[in-house]
C-alpha cells in the first residue's frame, strides 16, 4: 500500500522528536511537550513547510515498490557513506571537499541533505535514525560555526553563497525543522539573510535575473516560511514578478520562445529549466495562501510550457543547442551517484518541471501537457523517463501519475519554429527533427566558463544536430568529448588552431554580424547566417531552406587568408562504441546505414569521408568532470575549399532517415530543387513539386520574381491560385523595406498590420515596417 502522507510527518515530528530532544540536549518541539494551539499565522508557515515537504520528498508513493524502493535504498547507502566519512576540520566538514573554493561547502551541505532524506523518508534503512540526526546536526553546527555564518565576508564563485548553499540549507531546515531549536533556526536564517540581503530581490539587474532570481526568491521565501517572518514570504513572492514579463533584450523569455540568460548565451535547456523548475515549485508551495502568486503575467510562464520548452525537446531530449557550457559536464567527479549529464539529462529536468507546474494550470492546459509528456515518457528509450536516476521519488512519483492520466500520449508534431531572439530554429518533420545554432552580434558564440567547455568555439558556426526516432543518443552517447572540436556537423570553419576558452568566458564573443534570423509560415522556412569566423579572418553566407524531407543547404562567399584550409563539415555522425554502418555513395548521394543521406547536386567527387575511432573524457572539456576514457567511432563528411579561399561555395541536402533507394531517386530527379542563386549576394531555391520559392538576399537585390529593397528573408508558397509570402527582416534595423513580386496577382486575401499593400496586377508591390525582433510578416494572396 502507499505510504500515507501523515505517517511520515506524525512518526518525524511527534514519535522521534522528545527522544531526539532528551539525546541531544534540545529543547522538544511544543506539541511533543504539550499541545498548543497556533496562532493562524504560525498554523499557515507549518502548513507551507510540509507542503514543501510534500513537494521536495514526495507523497503518496509505495515506498516497497521500484522505482521508489531502491532508490531509497540508494539514499540509504549514501547516507551511511557520508556520515562515516564526515572528519571536522577547521577548513572543511568531510575530507577533499574544503571550504575554499566555495564549492565545497555547498558539496557539503549536498551530503547533509542526502543524510536528512535517509531520515525523513521511509525505506532507507535509516528513517528517524536518532544517531543520524545527531550527525547531521552536528555537520549543520560545524558549517554555521566555521563558514556560513553572517561575519563571513564572500569570496570565489558568488553562486555557491548565494544559491548552491542556500537553497540546500533550507531544505534541511523545513525537514528537520522539529528537530533544531530555536537557535539553530536563527543561526540559518541569519546566514540567508546575510548572503542574499534584500537589496538583491528589490534590484532586478546582475546576477538577480532570470534563473538565477528564481532561486534566490526560493531560498528567501523559504527562509521566510521557516523563520516565520512574513515579509520576506511576500518579498520572495514580489520579487518573482520581474520574471515573468517578455523582454527584447537581456536575460529572460521572449515573445518568440527564445530564453537568454548571461545576456547573451541561449540557455533555454539549463538555466531555463532552472527558472521553470524553481516556478513550479513556489507556485505550488505558496498556492492558497497568504502569499500566492497572483501576478496576472505568471500566465507567460505557463503558456512558455508550449512556445518556449516543448518546440525544443524531440523524444525526452532538450536539443544541445540550448544547453550552453553544460554540454561538457558528461560525469562529475564530484557526483557520487554518477548521473550522466547529457540532453536527455536536461530534458527530463524540463519534463518533470512540466509536470509539477501543471498542478497549477487549467484544465486544458493540464490535459495538453500530459498528453506531451506522455508521449515524451513512451517515446525516450535511450534513458527511460520513469526510473530516471536524476530524479528522486518525488518526481518519480509525479511523474508515474502523468504516466497514468487518462489523455493520449501526443506524437511529435511537425512544423518550424525560429527562435530570432536566440539565434536558433527547430524543423521537425514525420520521423526526424532538425536544429540549428548560430550566432551574431545579439548571442554568443559559445560560452564557457569554471572550467567548462573550453573547445566549444565552433557551436554557434551553423552547427546543425539532427535526430530520427532510432537516433536519439546520437549526442548523448560520448559525443561532446570525443567528437572533433573542428568539425562539427553543419559547420564552416578555418581549420586554424585555437586556444583553449578563445575568444574569451562567459559568451563574450560575439561575431559582428547582424544577418542571421530568417522567415517561416510555421512548416517550411528559409534561414540564413552570415559567418564571421572566431579567431580567424573567415567569411562566409550560409543558408538552410528546410522543406517537407530535406533540408537544403548553401553556401557561399567562403573567403579566408589564414593559412590553412577552409571546411565545411556536411556531417559528422557518432556510430557509438564500435560502429560498423555501412557507408554508400552514389554518383550524386551519400548514405549512412541506420542514419539518412545526403544529396550533392553537384556530385560526390569533392565529398570527403572518413571513418575513425576518437577517444576522450569529459575532463578534457570540464575540469569537474570524470577523467575515464572512452573511443568513439565517427563517420565524418566534408568539403575541403582549400588553403585561403575566396568566394568558394557549396550545395548539398540532408535528408534524414531516407533510405538509399530515396537519395537514389531524389539525386536522379534534377527538375526536384532549381538553385536559382548561390552567391555572396543572394541564395536562392525552388522547388516546383512543393510550390516552394525561398530566399535570403544579404543586400538589396534580384532573384528570380522577387526584388527587395534592403536585405531579407523570404519564403514563398503557392498552393493553388493561393500564394502566401512571409518576409523578415533578420539585420533588425527596423527600416521599412519594399518587396516587389514579378507575378499577376488578382487581389491581396489577407496581410498583417506591418504590411501595407502599395500595388497588385503586375507586380505585387508590398511595404513591410519589420521592427527590430526579427519577427516574420506575412501576406496572402490569390493568383
Known amino acids: 500500500m502507499p505510504l500515507p502522507v501523515w505517517s511520515r510527518r506524525t512518526f518525524l515530528a511527534a514519535a522521534t522528536a522528545t ?26 508557515f507549518e502548513a507551507l513547510r510540509l507542503r514543501w515537504l510534500d513537494i521536495q520528498l514526495g507523497a503518496g508513493f509505495d515506498a516497497g515498490a521500484e522505482p521508489y524502493a531502491s532508490r531509497l535504498a540508494e539514499t540509504g547507502d549514501l547516507a551511511r557513506a557520508f556520515r562515516a566519512s564526515m572528519a571536522p576540520t577547521d577548513t572543511s566538514l568531510w575530507p577533499g571537499y574544503t571550504f575554499d573554493p566555495p564549492a565545497g561547502i555547498t558539496q557539503s551541505y549536498g551530503r547533509l541533505w542526502t543524510m536528512t532524506q535517509a531520515y525523513a523518508q521511509p525505506g532507507t534503512g535509516l528513517t528517524g535514525d536518532p544517531s543520524l540526526l545527531a550527525d547531521i546536526l552536528r555537520g549543520l553546527d560545524h558549517l554555521s560555526a566555521k563558514i556560513y555564518k553572517p561575519t563571513t565576508v564572500r569570496y570565489g564563485n558568488w553562486w555557491e553563497w548565494q544559491i548552491g548553499s542556500p537553497r540546500l540549507l533550507m531544505d534541511i531546515v523545513a525537514a528537520l525543522h522539529p ?39 526560493r531560498s528567501v521565501a523559504l527562509r521566510g516560511i521557516l523563520g516565520a517572518n512574513p515579509a520576506k514570504v511576500a518579498l520572495a513572492r514580489d520579487a ?18 527564445s530564453f537568454v540568460q548571461h545576456t547573451w548565451v541561449a540557455y533555454s535547456g539549463t538555466y531555463g529549466q532552472v527558472m521553470l523548475d524553481g516556478l513550479g515549485r513556489l507556485f505550488t508551495l505558496l498556492a492558497g495562501s497568504t502569499w500566492a502568486v497572483t501576478d496576472p503575467n505568471r500566465q507567460i510562464i505557463l503558456d512558455s510550457v508550449e512556445n518556449a520548452y516543448a518546440p525544443l525537446i524531440y523524444d525526452g531530449l532538450m536539443m544541445d543547442s540550448v544547453n550552453g557550457r553544460a554540454i561538457s559536464r558528461g560525469y562529475l567527479k564530484n557526483d557520487e551517484r554518477q548521473i550522466m549529464r547529457s540532453d536527455h539529462f536536461h530534458g527530463q529536468g524540463i519534463i518533470a518541471a512540466v ?39 518525488a518526481d518519480l512519483a509525479r511523474l508515474h501519475a502523468v504516466a497514468a492520466a487518462p489523455v493520449p500520449a501526443a506524437p511529435e508534431p511537425t512544423g518550424h519554429r525560429l527562435f530570432a ?37 565552433h557551436t554557434g558556426a551553423g552547427m546543425l544536430y539532427w535526430w530520427t526516432p532510432d537516433q536519439g543518443g546520437q549526442y548523448t552517447d560520448w559525443f561532446w568529448p570525443t567528437v572533433d572540436p573542428y568539425r562539427l556537423p553543419g559547420t564552416t570553419v578555418s581549420t586554424k588552431r585555437l586556444a583553449d576558452r578563445a575568444g574569451g568566458e562567459w559568451g563574450a564573443h560575439r561575431p559582428a554580424v547582424r544577418w542571421v534570423g530568417g522567415a517561416t509560415d510555421g512548416e517550411f522556412a528559409a534561414v540564413g547566417q552570415h559567418i564571421k569566423g572566431l579567431g580567424s579572418t573567415l567569411e562566409a553566407r550560409k543558408s538552410w531552406f528546410c522543406a517537407a524531407d530535406t533540408v537544403i543547404c548553401l553556401g557561399a562567399g567562403i573567403t579566408a587568408s589564414d593559412g590553412v584550409p577552409v571546411e565545411t563539415v556536411v556531417d559528422n555522425r557518432c556510430l557509438g562504441g564500435n560502429g560498423t554502418n555501412a557507408f554508400t555513395t552514389g554518383e550524386r548521394w551519400a548514405h549512412l546505414e541506420g542514419h539518412g543521406g545526403w544529396i550533392l547536386p553537384g556530385g560526390t567527387a569533392d565529398l570527403r569521408t572518413l571513418r575513425e575511432d576518437r577517444t576522450g573524457a569529459w575532463s578534457d572539456i570540464n575540469t569537474t568532470s570524470s577523467t575515464e576514457r572512452r573511443t568513439r567511432t565517427y563517420r565524418t563528411l566534408w568539403l575541403d575549399h582549400g588553403t585561403d579561399p ?47 520559392t525561398a530566399a535570403n538576399l544579404w543586400r538589396a537585390g534580384t532573384v528570380g520574381a522577387l526584388t527587395v529593397t534592403a536585405p531579407a528573408s523570404v519564403l514563398v508558397r503557392r498552393r493553388r491560385s493561393v500564394l502566401d509570402l512571409r518576409v523578415s527582416e533578420p539585420p533588425r534595423t527596423g527600416q521599412p523595406l519594399e518587396l516587389v513580386w514579378d507575378r499577376p496577382v488578382r487581389r491581396v486575401i489577407s496581410h498583417d498590420p506591418s504590411v501595407e499593400v502599395l500595388a497588385t496586377g503586375r507586380p505585387l508591390r508590398l511595404r513591410i515596417t519589420p521592427g527590430t525582433a526579427g519577427a516574420t510578416h506575412r501576406c496572402q494572396v490569390a493568383m
Open 19 to 44: 527522544a531526539t530532544a532528551a539525546t541531544l540536549g534540545l529543547p522538544a518541539p511544543a506539541h511533543a511537550a504539550e499541545p498548543v494551539a497556533p496562532s493562524p499565522s504560525a498554523e499557515e
Open 179 to 217: 528537530h533544531l531549536g530555536t537557535e539553530r533556526i536563527a543561526a540559518t536564517c541569519a546566514a540567508v539573510d546575510h548572503f542574499i540581503p534584500d537589496a538583491m530581490l528589490r534590484n532586478y539587474s546582475g546576477t538577480s535575473t532570470g534563473a538565477n532570481r528564481v532561486d534566490l526568491c
Open 240 to 257: 518573482l514578478s520581474p520574471v515573468f514579463p517578455y523582454v527584447t533584450k537581456g536575460d529572460g523569455l521572449y515573445a518568440d520562445g
Open 355 to 393: 509536470a509539477l507546474l501543471a498542478g497549477g494550470a487549467s484544465a486544458a492546459e493540464r490535459d495538453r501537457w500530459h498528453a506531451r509528456l506522455k508521449g515524451w515518457i513512451e517515446r525516450d528509450t535511450v534513458s527511460p523517463i520513469l526510473s530516471a536516476r536524476q530524479f528522486g521519488v
Open 421 to 457: 531572439s536566440m539565434d536558433r530554429a527547430v524543423h521537425r518533420r514525420p520521423g526526424w527533427a532538425a536544429n540549428l545554432s548560430m550566432s551574431s552580434e545579439r548571442i554568443s558564440s559559445y560560452e564557457c566558463g569554471n572550467g567548462e567547455n573550453p573547445r566549444g568555439w
Open 646 to 692: 575566396v568566394g568558394a561555395s557549396y550545395a548539398y541536402l540532408l535528408m534524414p532517415g531516407a533510405s538509399r533507394r530515396t537519395l537514389a531517386a531524389r539525386a536522379a530527379d534534377e527538375d526536384w530543387l532549381r538553385i536559382l542563386d548561390n552567391n555572396a549576394d543572394r541564395q536562392a531555391v525552388a522547388v516546383p513539386s512543393l510550390g516552394l
